[in-house]
């Protein structure tokens, strides 16, 4: 059983940044992908914003490529996204992700607001 808890979402101006952290507990060692999500308000499904492998491979959507940065402290069980240059369209709750390796078991945080305005 993993449990993750997000934090740092917030009211934003565009152009402005925000760092949101995911903390991790439980059996970290069986998850080997984590990553961010998002779900807009008029949305009906998560979308993808940008995943990291245990070994630091990252991947990003392409609408936050080159503004928004994933990174992990395994030490810490830590992951965290640092979004630069926000856009109204950023505006969403964020969700954290993990995926157990073996069982491809998906474990999700209760998801962080963030609000740009333009």
């Known amino acids: 059983q993993v449990t993750l808890v997000e934090s740092g979402g917030g009211l934003v101006q565009a152009g402005g940044s925000l760092t949101l952290s995911c903390a991790a507990s439980?059996?970290?060692?069986?998850?080997?992908?984590r990553g961010w999500y998002r779900q807009a308000p008029s949305g009906k499904q998560r979308d993808l914003v940008a995943?990291?492998?245990?070994?630091?491979?990252?991947n990003y959507a392409e609408a936050v490529k080159g503004r928004f940065t994933i990174s992990r402290d395994n030490a810490k069980n830590t992951m965290y996204l640092q979004m630069n240059n926000l856009k109204p369209e950023d505006t969403a709750v964020y969700y954290c992700?993990?995926?157990?390796?073996?069982?491809?078991?998906?474990?999700w945080g209760k998801g962080t607001l963030v609000t740009v305005s333009s």
């Open positions: 992700h993990a995926l157990e390796s073996a069982s491809h078991f998906n474990y």
């Open positions: 439980g059996s970290i060692s069986s998850i080997k992908t």
């Open positions: 995943t990291v492998t245990s070994g630091g491979s990252t």
